[in-house]
């Protein structure tokens, strides 16, 4: 990737602070695509009229989407272990919002999914 060209980004949970990322990736110009995902479909909906991104209700898609190298967990969270494990899996770099887990093994065990995942 040069500094000219751009990246799309997913969203994973569409809610407060799914809302804020989205607004400071569009001011970011290295950043082309968003593509929200939420559980919540009315949610979902709300982000994709009020923000004007892509919306996925497909977890899935969004993560064998090769086009999208990293993922920002926005999602409340008890989510926040599951999105991040899938994510690393597909090959994703993940930002996660705070507190990224709910126990300090969990938190380990995302880091260390990480190391191995992502950076193989
Ligand atoms: N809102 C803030 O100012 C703020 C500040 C700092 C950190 N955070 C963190 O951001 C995260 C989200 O907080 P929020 O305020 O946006 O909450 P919120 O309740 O407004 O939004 C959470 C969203 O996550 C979705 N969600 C739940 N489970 C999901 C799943 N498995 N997959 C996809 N989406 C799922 C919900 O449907 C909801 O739309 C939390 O971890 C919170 O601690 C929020």
Request: charged content about 25%; glycine content about 6%; proline content about 2%.
């Amino acid at each position: 990737m040069t500094l000219n060209e751009s990246i799309a980004v997913a969203v994973l949970g569409a809610g407060d602070m799914g809302g804020t990322v989205i607004g400071h990736l569009k001011e970011c110009k290295q950043v082309g695509r968003i593509v929200a995902y939420d559980v919540d479909a009315k949610r979902l909906d709300e982000v994709r009229q009020s923000e004007r991104v892509d919306a996925a209700a497909d977890l899935g898609a969004v993560l064998s989407d090769r086009s999208i190298p990293l993922v920002f967990v926005t999602a409340s969270n008890p989510a926040h272990k599951d999105l991040t494990m899938k994510s690393l899996a597909a090959g994703k770099a993940v930002m996660c919002e705070k507190p990224m887990a709910a126990t300090l093994a969990d938190a380990i065990a995302m880091v260390e999914a990480a190391e191995t995942l992502r950076w193989r």
